[in-house]
């Protein structure tokens, strides 16, 4: 059963830094993009950022320079560095990738459990 866990999350000053990691486990054959998703109260959930098995990247306007996406294709773990955090990206950050297990011909969208970011002083 395939499994998307994140770590790094917590409460950070404004201006301070934060690196979520997302592992990607259990039967895997072939992950292709993955994203890092965001979601603050009342609001809808947002695309931040994506890499892809390439290693070619985009970013949302309201992080670029400040947040950079990168991958571990040997562990299967997607990495998102915050900088220059404000307040505005509190929110619940949510990986997501396209992932082809063992046995399966299409790749499928899967999802992890959210961590929540919040910046705050």
């Known amino acids: 059963q395939v499994q998307l866990v994140e770590s790094g999350g917590g409460l950070v000053q404004p201006g301070g830094s934060l690196r979520l990691s997302c592992a990607a486990s259990g039967g895997i054959f072939s992950i292709n993009t993955m994203r890092w998703y965001r979601q603050a109260p009342g609001k809808e959930r947002e695309l931040v950022a994506r890499?892809?098995?390439?290693?070619?990247?985009d970013y949302t306007d309201s992080v670029k320079g400040r947040f950079i996406i990168s991958r571990d294709n040997a562990k299967n773990t997607v990495y998102l560095q915050m900088n220059g955090l404000i307040p505005e990206d509190t929110a619940v950050y949510y990986c997501?990738?396209?992932?082809?297990?063992?046995?399966?011909?299409?790749?499928?969208?899967?999802w992890g459990q959210g961590t929540q970011v919040t910046v705050s002083s």
């Open positions: 997501n990738a396209d992932i082809k297990p063992f046995g399966r011909i299409w790749y499928a969208a899967y």
């Open positions: 890499i892809t098995t390439g290693g070619s990247t």
